[in-house]
């Protein structure tokens, strides 16, 4: 076996690459393999007791894979199904993002409009603008971090929640950096119904749910599971419901209910043209410190999607459209004990059936050795053998690629002749050249 350890000057990531044999499977049963395949995946989370959810492939608009497993309702053994509804959370923002760029396209609000007509009395109002709120890049104070839990089951009214947000201290100063913030996305739904002088949820149902015929979809409030709508959950020896998030609290930055298939159903429309024009979408698609306006970019094997996670109470959620692959991922979760982003990768891995590229370890050898960067000296990659813990996959040509979970995939190119190394990730480039001493 042969295997790596890269060195950073970073961070310290450890790797292996292992010789294997390509896969002698015939294209067409693999395909078929992954049905199979995800399903054994999820009824072993299940039958350990780690996890509760409903996941949806799609391809082109198809369904090409669906799964539901555990309960909505643990007291009662109800079981969740294909159209079991789940708290979204923060995905809900993609809806509050596609919102505004409906109404730019309308001329209604413009990126570069600063908000202190909207919020007079917020700290830096007239530095910040729609587009700052939509990067999470305005400096403002997200309201989620401090003793959310000692509230978040009570009642608070708009101007309540305002006020909160308008009496923290800022951050940092408008655009000097971005900093995932939950009050910038409650801020741009009160933009939204001064706008159109409508609810948040009216706007939510006229102008993104209605069209699209998502008919389990809608701003939520209290848990209804006569209404299919499912608990969650925390485990401590066994589980217990967890206390519900009162959804005044949230608006625009994550109070949707939706189902795994309306939510594969709208992220598929918004990047095949039927929410917003190619040019807002490149706009959304835009990274700027990690943060596009209302959409993550993900790397997930080698693969490029764009999409958005979340989080609340015991919900999770997680929707990903590749758009070169014209895939829709969406999981959505009631209960966890594993790490959602983990099961997700998971899924994803056995759908994409990725052929492991043959190497020998004479090849290998000669990638062996100390990189230096040449804009920064400081930044240091050694290849060394008998050492590993993630595995380094190989895709041919002289490039390695290691895949994470919380960060984009991280790509090395090697020369033919091992003396430079190109690393790459996401926007991030950097070429470091072999020392010919030791």
Avoid at 13 to 42: G, R
Avoid at 273 to 299: A, N, P, W
Wanted: charged share 25%; proline share 2%.
């Amino acid at each position: 076996m042969n295997k790596l350890i890269l060195i950073t000057a970073f961070i310290t990531l450890l790797f292996s690459c292992t010789k294997t044999k390509k896969s002698t499977l015939p294209v067409k049963e693999n395909s078929e393999k992954y049905q199979v395949k995800i399903d054994s995946l999820l009824n072993t989370y299940l039958e350990a007791n780690n996890f509760m959810g409903s996941i949806e492939l799609s391809h082109k608009g198809k369904t090409i894979y669906k799964n539901a497993v555990g309960f909505s309702d643990i007291k009662t053994s109800k079981k969740v199904d294909s159209v079991t509804k789940y708290r979204i959370g923060s995905a809900s923002k993609i809806f509050t993002a596609t919102l505004i760029f409906k109404a730019l396209e309308k001329n209604k609000l413009t990126l570069d409009k600063t908000i202190e007509i909207f919020f007079p009395k917020l700290k830096n109002a007239n530095k910040i603008t729609i587009a700052h709120l939509l990067q999470h890049r305005s400096g403002i104070h997200n309201f989620t971090k401090d003793n959310f839990l000692e509230y978040h089951t009570q009642y608070k009214s708009t101007s309540e929640m305002l006020s909160m947000i308008s009496n923290y201290k800022s951050d940092f100063e408008p655009n000097d950096k971005g900093d995932y913030s939950n009050s910038n996305y409650f801020l741009l739904s009160l933009i939204l119904e001064k706008t159109y002088k409508s609810s948040y949820k009216d706007l939510i149902h006229n102008k993104i749910c209605k069209p699209l015929n998502l008919y389990d979809t809608y701003v939520g409030n209290e848990i209804n599971i006569n209404n299919n709508e499912a608990y969650s959950y925390i485990y401590d020896k066994e589980w217990s419901k967890f206390p519900e998030t009162n959804m005044s609290i949230l608006k625009g930055s994550g109070s949707i209910v939706s189902t795994s298939k309306d939510i594969n159903n709208f992220i598929e429309a918004l990047f095949t043209g039927k929410l917003i024009s190619t040019k807002s979408l490149s706009l959304m698609k835009t990274i700027k410190d990690h943060y596009g306006m209302g959409l993550f970019r993900y790397k997930i094997h080698d693969r490029q999607g764009y999409g958005h996670r979340g989080h609340i109470d015991g919900f999770r959620s997680t929707s990903i459209y590749f758009p070169e692959e014209k895939l829709s991922f969406t999981l959505l979760s009631n209960a966890s004990k594993v790490d959602v982003n983990n099961i997700y990768s998971e899924i994803l891995n056995l759908y994409f059936n990725d052929v492991i590229v043959d190497i020998s370890e004479t090849e290998i050898e000669k990638f062996v050795g100390k990189y230096i960067s040449l804009k920064d000296k400081t930044h240091e990659s050694t290849f060394i053998k008998d050492e590993f813990k993630e595995p380094l996959v190989y895709k041919g040509n002289n490039r390695f690629i290691m895949n994470q979970v919380y960060a984009e995939s991280i790509s090395f190119i090697f020369s033919p002749d091992g003396k430079q190394l190109t690393f790459k990730q996401g926007d991030y480039k950097d070429i470091l050249v072999k020392k010919t001493t030791p």
